[in-house]
């Protein structure tokens, strides 16, 4: 098949788009990879060469890092049609300087050393960061930390709020609270002022943003602590991003973070008060399957304060990406739309999520928009920098 230029040229422009990642797990403190262990260790390699039929072994804690890579890449052969698989090849090519077409067991032991050298650079945070065209990155910040030692104006804090919706029953987590708030929680009042004081806290240190994931069944109005997670979103401006459709623990005897499945039984439905009731707050929502992606697009077309917001987890490959971005690009406002993040705990996979993310919206833009003549070339690009940066910062104020 030959080239198509009009893909190629489109990519290359949103390509030099600077890129504002609205959500990751990145550790300000040790952003980048140390070893290859912190690459392939990622659980979408875990899970996959699990699933493939790699044993438990190797894949503990304190399974020697080298001897897990190995093992790892001897199975890679097993994935090597998946996306993540395609992620890794990127890494490998880009900041590896793997000059092969394809990974083999063989070459395990080059790419482990090849690691240790390379991420040992002393400059090598800022290397990625101007190899992958990032300006700033959102992160996921417990209640309790402290948000100092990093630049906040590049590693931007979000207030992750799942301990205090769902384990406010734990003791150790109200004795954090204490200790983060000075207030000792026994009663609502209380739970309030204690909540307004880590609003309080991460806005004097630059959050934007305040986020939760929820289960299927999970209702808003049932829960005092998410409502007064609402109230303080409106009252300190902040994005409230809704994470929805996780499904703790399906199975157990799989790898870290490979146990949460999904569940199509609930549905936004259970949002209408919450969204009715809260219109100053601008709601970034996520869903975990593209079969919720037609309900996301319809709430987003609906509700003002609604916002379609990337593609989680399990959607988070080209063929669900490529459906649910063209839904949302024929029905959504333009305005209303974060196209993507990285969800990435290590900085070097910003780069090959991002740039498979590009690749679809520029083929998207070419058939949607530029062949049918709906918009020039210019125009598309203009739209695609609009998903990957200017409604980021619009939405979260950046």
Known sequence: MPPDNLVH????ALTAVPLIDPHS???PLAPTAKSLD???GYHYYTELAHSA??????????ADPRERCREIVTFLERFD????????AEIARTFLNFPGDRITAGDADALFDAAEKTFAQPDWEAQVFAATNL?????TNEFDDPLTGFDTTRYVPCLRTDALVFKLHEPAVVARLAKATGIEVGDAASLRAAI???FEHFSAHGAKACAISLPHDFDPTASPAFLMLAELCREFRLPFDLMIGVTRDVYPGGVHQGRDLFDRGGSLVQYRDLFNAFPEVKFPVSVLTSAQNQELVAYSWIFPNVVTCGHWWYSNIPAYIGRDLTERLQAVPKTKQVGYYSDAYKLEFVLPKFGMYRRILAGVLADEFVRPGRATEAEAVD???RLLRDNVREIFDV
């Open 196 to 198: 307004r004081k880590l």
């Open 81 to 88: 049609n998946t996306a993540q698989h395609a992620w890794f």
């Open 9 to 12: 040229d489109l990519t290359a």
């Open 135 to 139: 300006e700033k990155i959102f992160l």
């Open 53 to 62: 039929g790699m044993g438990q072994r190797l894949l503990a804690k304190d």
């Open 38 to 40: 912190d690459i392939l």
């Open 25 to 27: 797990h990145i550790d």
């Open 383 to 385: 739209l695609g920098r």
